[in-house]
């Protein structure tokens, strides 16, 4: 079994082949990326003769192709869009089973989500997503589209939840990276990077489709807001969440719901942060006069801010996620939720983000390789986590501690 990680280098991608190659059915992980100082960096630190690193340039089509028929199944970490969409396509077209974590544009690419996507000329985004989906079950191919955490975990436990029960009619889903308690005061906005914050204020700007009464609208990004009491797992903590852009594919996959939406969990007072900062227009895109110069709000604030949210020496994450998943069954009215806290590793040096992403990505590689999840063409992770696949993957997490408690009430 070979599994080929781009974007090996980075955090998450790094996560996934320190994990991968603890596996002694895995005989070779190849990561990939541009620069070979950072590759060896992250072999040395794996430190497994399996890590083979590949320098290449994903825009390198036939190259990458070359490689990718080397492996067996192919992750996706890329630091952006555009190059995780390049690498999807061109897995798809070299035969490769691929695995995405940075975003799902399942079979409807998101229209605010667009950066980098090169759409072939005279193809809708809605026909791009069909072509894509109807090229991979022509060449053989299973593209799980956003697996990771948020999109993931979520989804595959809310996917869990609804085949539970008779009829599914509501799923929120809660999930979100946040600094440990005890670290949050000491950085703006409460917050601590754990992903690409570039990213992060991004999806506070756009448009995201949720259902609300039996329809699809588009509702403005950390709207419809939550305070809420996180009591199970041994924590009694009060946190709150707003809506994002974080399971699309549930808009597609699961139609019957009456009403579904994802929300990112903070600690009280973040999303407060952010609406001063959106007032003041410091959340802008467009330039902005100064002095004779033109700048960008937000290009100007993230220069400002970032330095300040990176954690500092010894200061550890923490996720969270707790999902509502109501229906009925049996004719009675069903309540399944869905409770994890996970905190970092700090004997590995591994952040929670780094766990709760890549080794779901990891777990859900190796079910590809035994061949254990077969549905081809575009799959999101509630469509092929599924029975005793889906006990499978909720045991390898637990061998990580990462735990998942379900509790069902009428």
Known sequence: MKALVFG????????????????????????????KDALEKIKRWIGSKKIVPHVLDVNDKKAAINLMKQYDVGTIAMPDRKTSYKVAHTAIEAGLNIIDMLEEFHRRPDAYETEGLEVPQGMTLDKYGDW?????????????????????????????????????????????????KGFAQKHPLRYMI????????R??????????????????????????????LGKNEELQCAVTAGMPSFIFSRPQLKEFAEKTIRWPGHFQGIDTLKECGLL??????????KIVPREFLLSLITPKLQPLEGETDVCVMYNTTIGTKDGKK????????????????????????GFPVAIAAKLLMEGLINEKGIVPPEDCIKGKVYDRFMNE??????????????
């Open 132 to 180: 894509l989906h109807n090229t991979a079950i022509t060449n053989g191919v299973t593209f799980i589209d956003g697996m990771g955490f948020a999109p993931g975990l979520s989804n595959v436990t809310v996917g869990e939840a609804i085949r539970k029960m008779d009829t599914a009619e509501s799923a929120i889903a809660r999930v979100g990276g946040i600094p440990a």
């Open 8 to 35: 090996g280098s980075g955090k998450i991608g790094s996560a996934v082949a320190w994990d991968l190659a603890k596996d002694e059915e895995v005989e070779a992980i190849g990561i990939v990326g541009r620069r």
């Open 203 to 232: 999806e506070y700007m756009i448009k995201v489709e949720v259902i609300k009464n039996s329809k699809v609208m588009e509702v403005a990004a950390i709207s419809d807001r939550e305070t809420f009491q996180f009591s199970k």
């Open 334 to 357: 069903v309540k399944i939720e869905h409770f994890m806290w996970d905190e970092a590793d700090t004997e590995n040096d591994i952040s929670s983000m780094m766990r709760v992403t």
């Open 194 to 201: 754990t992903w690409a914050f570039e990213h992060v204020l």
């Open 397 to 410: 997490l637990k061998k990580r501690n990462i735990d998942i408690l379900e509790v069902i009430e009428e």
């Open 284 to 293: 802008d895109m467009e330039p902005h006069d100064f002095n004779g110069a």
